[in-house]
């Protein structure tokens, strides 16, 4: 037997041709390294946020603003087009270099999936959570079989909690409830347990579960598990809440500001000289005056009455040999500015906007520090395109569930997914469709 090489930690079995060592020293190096996070919480989910609301309060700020609501709604629209196409790539016959076209697929079992589950019903919610919270869930209900998915349901983000990482640093479930403010406990009632998908109980054929939670991101860095939209910042930074506080403001000084267009100074004497008492009474001459009032009122509220001019007569004191003070009328200068803090709201309308990386021309605000107005069709046309044009990154994510249910239904590998987008031809004539009857990956 030949003689076994002992060196440190290692030995060579020359006979049986092979190295013995410690474990650590012959670790997969392509394996990833993860540390799992650190949670002292004494619930069985990680709280989102510190107070477990964080989705509940983003909401609660978006729903005072009416700038940011709209710039995600947009960022759902231009992402989502006019929906999912599920096609096939062929060459195209018009010759090398071509494009290929895109044939829609027909498959019975593809076709009823996507009917069955109103994919193009459900999408439009899974993008809102990804461009809102960065975030999303949803949940696949697998046949009797377990070894195709039958039903797929997006889930509402903002119920959504994601259980401890174990030893492993997995995260082996995915907690649901309408009730967070509550703060339930685990009584699956206010709460409810879904599995989180593990590939590593799936061995290609049947999986165990019944149904199962996934988690899709917009993924940021040094966060393990909720990550976190890049618009946030202004939430932080305070932009979102001047932007929301303006119109309370405008609206409390309107409220409680006292409008007076006129003053009108009447000597003291004037009706007493003008109504002696020896022709009139004390009631006589309250009714004199009422009317007097009455005729002045009318005579400086009534728009026909704009541009009149106005004649008092006046006292002569035979003592002092001098006229007496007459009427006077003044016009009180309004010392509200109706401008006040609209430059401050039109900033922080522009920082919200920036955050979110949506042009204000798209919907229907001018640029920073331009006149105001919604800018050019052009305008309109570029910004949509450039917007689209950023979105794949984002739709990679987005469509990333259906190829997951193609493989995991064993469809055809050729099947591929992606978003139609909506055309901004600048004429009829030169949309797609009046040319060539096909789906095209950006237009349709």
Not at 247 to 259: D, G, H, Y
């Amino acid at each position: 037997m030949s003689d076994i090489i002992i060196s440190g930690e290692y030995a060579i079995l020359p006979g049986g041709k092979a190295i013995v060592g410690p474990k650590s020293a012959f670790a997969d190096a392509g394996a990833q390294n993860v540390t799992a996070p650190y949670d002292i919480s004494p619930q069985e989910w990680s709280n989102w946020g510190d107070s477990n609301l964080f989705p509940q309060e983003v909401i609660t700020d978006l729903e005072k603003n009416s700038v940011a609501f709209r710039a995600l709604d947009k960022r759902k629209r231009v992402h989502f087009g006019r929906g999912i196409i599920c096609y096939r790539e062929s060459p195209d016959p018009s010759g090398p270099g071509a494009a290929p076209l895109r044939v829609p697929v027909t498959d019975p079992e593809v076709v009823e999936f996507l009917r069955l589950n109103q994919i193009n019903l459900q999408w439009p919610d899974l993008i809102m959570g990804l461009e809102t919270f960065a975030n999303t869930w949803l949940e696949m209900i697998m046949n009797k079989g377990k070894d195709k998915i039958n039903r797929v349901f997006v889930k509402d983000p903002a119920y959504c909690r994601m259980a401890k990482m174990d030893v492993n640093n997995r995260i082996d479930s995915m907690y649901l409830s309408a009730r967070w403010e509550m703060r339930p406990s685990n009584d699956g009632v206010l709460v409810k347990e879904i599995p989180m998908w593990n590939p590593d109980q799936y061995d290609g054929t049947k999986y165990p579960d019944p149904n199962f939670a996934m988690h899709l991101s917009y993924r940021s860095f040094n966060r393990s598990y909720y990550h976190l939209p890049v618009w946030n910042a202004v939430r932080l930074n305070t932009w979102m809440n001047i932007a929301s506080s303006v119109p309370v403001l405008k609206s409390a000084i309107m409220k409680n500001q006292m409008t007076i267009k006129y003053h009108i100074q009447i000597p003291d004497n004037y009706f007493t000289e003008r109504y002696p008492d020896k022709d009139f009474t004390k009631e006589e001459r309250e009714v004199k005056r009422l009317a007097v009032l009455t005729d002045m009122n009318d005579f400086l509220s009534n728009v026909e009455n704009s541009g009149k001019s106005f004649i008092s007569y006046s006292f002569f004191n035979k003592v002092k040999q001098d006229y007496l003070t007459g009427w006077k009328i003044e016009v009180i200068q309004n010392k509200l500015d109706n401008q006040a803090y609209l430059p401050d709201s039109q900033a922080a309308n522009s920082e919200i906007l920036f955050a979110m990386g949506v042009d204000p021309c798209l919907i229907g605000a001018g640029n920073p520090g331009s006149a105001i107005g919604a800018g050019s069709g052009s305008d309109k046309r570029e910004a949509y395109w450039m917007l689209n044009a950023d979105m794949g990154t984002d739709r990679s994510v987005s469509l990333s569930p259906l190829y997951f249910i193609r493989d995991f239904n064993k469809w055809d590998p050729a099947i591929q997914f992606d978003y139609v987008c909506v055309d901004t031809s600048q004429t009829q004539n030169q949309h797609p469709s009046k040319i060539n009857q096909k789906i095209d990956k950006t237009q349709a």
